[in-house]
C-alpha cells in the first residue's frame, strides 16, 4: 500500500538549519510529483514546496523562497526539505503528499514537527 | 494567488442530520481543459490530512457515498447527507487549477452538538 513517512523534526534555534526526508513506498515513484504542506498549531493548510517526479522543477511559496530546498533521490525513494535560517513563524508539522498532473494530493503522510525556538 | 474563502467555519451538527460547507475562490477555477480542480479533504483530529472529494464531485476510494461535492466556476460546495461520529473533524477545500501556489480555504471545523 502507499506509504509516505516524514523524518527529521525536531527543535531548532531560531536561524538554524533542519533537513526533514519522506521516504515513499507501494507506487511508482518517479511519476508522482511530491509537495509539502504544513501546518501552524491550531492552523489551517499551507503549501511550501513542490518537486516534479524527475526532479527538474521545483516551486517555492513566498514565504519559505529562498530559505528552503527541495530535492529528491529516485533511486532511495526519499524527497528532502533543506530549511536554513529557520524562524519561529516556521514552527509547524510538515506533511508530505504525492500528486500527479491535475490530480492532485491524493496521499499525505503523517507529518514531521519541527519547532523554532530559543 | 487564487483565495479560497470558506463559510462557516465553525459548523455543530446532530448525528443523522444534513450538513453543508460552502468554498468561493476568488476567481474561477475552471482550467484550460474545460476541468475544475476543487478539492476537498478531511482532517479527523490528530490525524492528517485526507483527499475526500477531487475535480469537485468526484469521490476518492473509501469514502462514504454520504459526502458529495457539486458547483462551478467560483462556487462550490461539500455536503454530508447523514453526519456520523466519524466526521467531526476540519475540512479543507483547495484549488489546483492556478499554481504554484495551490491554495486552501481556512478550513471549518465540524462538531457534533
Known amino acids: 500500500q502507499v506509504q509516505l513517512v516524514e523524518s527529521g523534526g525536531g527543535l531548532v534555534k531560531p536561524g538554524g538549519s533542519l533537513r526533514l526526508s519522506c521516504a515513499a513506498s507501494?507506487?511508482?515513484?518517479?511519476?508522482?510529483?511530491i509537495s509539502w504542506i504544513r501546518q501552524a498549531p491550531g492552523k489551517g493548510l499551507e503549501w511550501v514546496a513542490y518537486?516534479?517526479?524527475?526532479?527538474?522543477?521545483?516551486y517555492y511559496a513566498e514565504s519559505v523562497e529562498g530559505r528552503f530546498t527541495i530535492s529528491r533521490d529516485n533511486a532511495k525513494k526519499l524527497v528532502y526539505l533543506q530549511m536554513n535560517s529557520l524562524r519561529a513563524e516556521d514552527t509547524a508539522v510538515y506533511y508530505c503528499?504525492?500528486?500527479?498532473?491535475?490530480?492532485?494530493?491524493?496521499?499525505w503522510g503523517q507529518g514531521a514537527l519541527v519547532t523554532v525556538s530559543s | 494567488d487564487v483565495e479560497m474563502t470558506q463559510s462557516p467555519l465553525f459548523l455543530p451538527v446532530t448525528l443523522g442530520q444534513p450538513a453543508s460547507i460552502s468554498c468561493r475562490s476568488s476567481?474561477?477555477?475552471?482550467?484550460?481543459?474545460?476541468?475544475?480542480?476543487l478539492n476537498w479533504f478531511q482532517q479527523r483530529p490528530g490525524q492528517s490530512p485526507r483527499r475526500l472529494i477531487y475535480?469537485?464531485?468526484n469521490r476518492d476510494s473509501g469514502v462514504p457515498d454520504r459526502f458529495s461535492g457539486s458547483g462551478s466556476g467560483t462556487d462550490f460546495t461539500l455536503q454530508i447527507s447523514r453526519v456520523e461520529a466519524e466526521d467531526v473533524g476540519v475540512y479543507y477545500c483547495?484549488?489546483?487549477?492556478?499554481?504554484?501556489?495551490?491554495?486552501f480555504g481556512q478550513g471549518t471545523k465540524v462538531e457534533i452538538k
Open positions: 503528499a504525492k500528486g500527479r498532473f491535475l490530480d492532485d494530493l491524493d496521499y
Open positions: 507501494g507506487f511508482s515513484f518517479s511519476a508522482y510529483y
Open positions: 518537486i516534479t517526479g524527475g526532479g527538474s522543477t521545483m
Open positions: 476567481q474561477s477555477l475552471v482550467y484550460s481543459d474545460g476541468n475544475t480542480y
Open positions: 475535480q469537485v464531485s
Open positions: 483547495m484549488q489546483a487549477t492556478h499554481w504554484p501556489p495551490w491554495t
